[in-house]
C-alpha cells in the first residue's frame, strides 16, 4: 500500500500539469472561437478519436509490428556490434566514427532507398526503425562495458576466471544500466521511425492515415494520430522500464533504499 502511495506521489505533478494544459487549452479555443481546422478543443480531439475508431486498429496494428519488429532487430544488430567493437580495440577505433558519420544522415533521406531495394512492403519500414534505434544502444553498450570495474576484473582473473566469465559476471552486468539507457531512447523513437517510413510508400500505418487527414485539413485527425503516437511510444518505454526493473532487481532495490 506505502509503495502504491509513493507511485501515486510521484506521477501526480505531471498528471496535474498535464489536466491544467488540457484545461487552459480547451478555454483557450472557446474565448478566441479558433476554427476546428486551425486548433481542435482537447474535447472535440477525444470525441473524433471515438467517431473514428472504427478505422484505426490496422493503422495502429501496423505501425506497432513495424516497430517493434525494427525495435528488435536494432537491438540484436546494436548488441552483436557492440561486443565486436569492444573485444577489438582497432575496430573500435576504425568503426566509431563511421557510427557517428552515419546519424548525421536525415532518415527521411534513407527510407526512399531502402523503398528502391526492397520494395513496398514491411522490410523497409524495419530497417528505417532498426537504424533508428540501433545507434543509442550500440553506443550505450560500449560505454558500459569499457567502464567495467577493473578491481572486480582483475579480482575474477586472479580466480583463474577466463575472458568469457569475466565478461559474463562483471562487464556485462555492469553494462545493464547502459544497455537499458539506451533501450529507453530507441524505444522512444522506434515509433516515430515506423510512421515516417509509411510517409514515403505504404498502404497502412499511422503514417499513411496521418497524410490522409492532413490533405483533407481534418486537424482533428491529425491530432488523434499524435496522441496514439505518444500513447505507443510511452507503452513501448514503460515495457522497456519493466524488463530492466526484472533484469535488474539488485540496481531498483538500491535505488529504494
Known amino acids: 500500500m506505502e509503495r502504491l502511495r509513493q507511485s501515486i506521489r510521484s506521477v501526480a505533478p505531471a498528471i496535474i500539469a498535464i489536466i491544467m494544459f488540457l484545461v487552459v487549452w480547451e478555454v483557450a479555443v472557446w474565448i478566441w472561437d479558433v476554427e476546428k481546422w486551425i486548433l481542435p478543443a482537447p474535447s472535440l480531439i477525444v470525441l473524433t478519436l471515438f467517431d473514428t475508431w472504427h478505422l484505426l486498429p490496422e493503422h495502429i496494428w501496423m505501425t506497432t509490428k513495424e516497430a517493434l519488429l525494427g525495435f528488435l532487430l536494432g537491438i540484436i544488430v546494436a548488441l552483436v556490434m557492440a561486443f565486436i567493437l569492444d573485444f577489438s580495440p582497432f575496430l573500435r577505433k576504425s568503426f566509431y566514427p563511421i557510427l557517428l558519420f552515419s546519424q548525421t544522415i536525415p532518415i527521411i533521406a534513407i527510407a526512399p532507398l531502402l523503398i528502391i531495394w526492397?520494395?513496398?512492403?514491411?522490410?523497409?519500414?524495419?530497417?528505417?526503425?532498426?537504424?533508428?534505434?540501433?545507434?543509442?544502444?550500440?553506443?550505450?553498450?560500449?560505454?558500459?562495458?569499457?567502464?567495467?570495474?577493473?578491481?572486480?576484473?582483475?579480482?575474477?582473473?586472479?580466480?583463474?576466471?577466463?575472458?568469457?566469465?569475466?565478461?559474463?559476471?562483471?562487464?556485462?552486468?555492469?553494462?545493464?544500466?547502459?544497455?537499458?539507457?539506451?533501450?529507453?531512447?530507441?524505444?522512444?523513437?522506434?515509433?516515430?521511425?515506423?510512421?515516417?517510413?509509411?510517409?514515403?510508400?505504404?498502404?497502412?500505418?499511422?503514417?499513411?492515415?496521418?497524410?490522409?487527414?492532413?490533405?483533407?485539413?481534418?486537424?482533428?485527425?491529425?491530432?488523434?494520430?499524435?496522441?496514439?503516437?505518444?500513447?505507443?511510444?510511452?507503452?513501448?518505454?514503460?515495457?522497456?522500464?519493466?524488463?530492466?526493473?526484472l533484469m535488474m532487481p539488485w540496481k531498483h532495490k538500491s535505488h529504494k533504499k
Open 118 to 245: 526492397f520494395g513496398y512492403g514491411i522490410l523497409p519500414k524495419v530497417l528505417v526503425v532498426a537504424l533508428v534505434t540501433f545507434f543509442p544502444v550500440v553506443v550505450s553498450v560500449v560505454e558500459g562495458l569499457q567502464s567495467s570495474d577493473r578491481d572486480m576484473i582483475r579480482l575474477v582473473r586472479s580466480m583463474g576466471g577466463s575472458q568469457l566469465q569475466v565478461f559474463s559476471s562483471v562487464r556485462f552486468p555492469h553494462a545493464l544500466p547502459y544497455l537499458f539507457t539506451g533501450l529507453r531512447i530507441g524505444a522512444t523513437y522506434s515509433v516515430l521511425a515506423a510512421v515516417i517510413s509509411e510517409w514515403v510508400g505504404a498502404s497502412s500505418g499511422l503514417g499513411i492515415y496521418l497524410i490522409k487527414a492532413q490533405s483533407s485539413f481534418a486537424t482533428d485527425r491529425v491530432f488523434v494520430v499524435i496522441v496514439l503516437i505518444s500513447l505507443l511510444s510511452c507503452l513501448l518505454f514503460l515495457v522497456v522500464v519493466l524488463l530492466g526493473r
